[in-house]
């Protein structure tokens, strides 16, 4: 089945700079590739998502970027804020099938 | 908008007896539902996918007689988990999407925090 690495566990960053998560899965039928957030103590919440059809969509500060060749795909967050501050989770999954998420990346901003 | 209830937010049992959780999709038909559980370390497991009118496909190391789903229409879902133990402690969050080939986005309920005594 489908596995997904997370390779950033922990990411610190000055407020304004920017942040990059990166992704690696397994199997190249997944085709849908969504990001979440979890603040602390809460549940997940949806951010972003990209489909196989593109390699790139941005949305405000956010850009997903997907390299099909290489079974990559990343989160790039731009002028960083503090309430961005959170545990992200990538995620990958074929039609009709269940979410395989990431390990998480801890997203730190500081002032 | 989508949203998915989930209940009871948080829950304690005593080892070896039972808590059932439920999640409720509102605005939207949810097809399909997905049971996962957080560890402390903050990794999801991924338990089932039910769909409806679909069996229920349960993963590795977790099995109906354990964590039994009912997914009776198209705007809830439970799970019981059945003689819980510490191992079992945890987050568990239910995510439900609705239908169609690019309705993929799955929208997460609160979560049922489980802690076993």
């Known amino acids: 089945g489908e596995k997904v690495e997370q390779h950033e566990s922990t990411l610190s960053v000055r407020e304004g700079d920017s942040a990059v998560i990166n992704c690696t899965y397994t199997d190249t039928a997944s085709s849908y590739f969504p990001w979440y957030k979890q603040e602390a103590g809460k549940s997940l919440h949806f951010v972003i998502d990209?489909?196989?059809?593109?390699d790139r969509k941005q949305s405000q500060r956010l850009t997903v970027l997907l390299d099909k060749k290489a079974k990559r795909f990343s989160l790039h967050i731009t002028a960083t804020q503090p309430e961005d501050s959170a545990i992200y989770f990538c995620?990958?999954?074929?039609?009709?099938?269940?979410?395989?998420f990431g390990t998480g990346t801890t997203v730190s901003v500081s002032p | 908008g989508a949203l998915v209830y989930q209940y009871p937010r948080r829950t304690i049992c005593k080892s070896g007896t039972s808590m059932r959780m439920e999640c409720q999709a509102v605005g939207f038909q949810a097809t399909s539902v997905a049971w996962y559980r957080q560890s402390p370390q903050k990794t999801f497991e991924l338990i089932a996918l039910s769909t409806v009118n679909s069996a229920i496909k349960y993963e590795q190391n977790f099995t109906q007689e354990k964590f039994p789903i009912s997914h009776p229409n198209l705007s809830f879902s439970s799970m019981t988990v059945l003689n819980a133990y510490l191992e079992d402690r945890g987050l568990y969050l239910c995510?439900?999407?609705?239908?169609?080939?690019?309705?993929?986005?799955?929208?997460f309920g609160s979560g049922t925090r489980l802690t076993v005594l």
């Open positions: 990209i489909r196989s059809n593109v």
């Open positions: 995620a990958a999954h074929q039609g009709g099938r269940a979410l395989i």
């Open positions: 995510g439900a999407r609705t239908g169609g080939a690019r309705a993929e986005t799955l929208y």
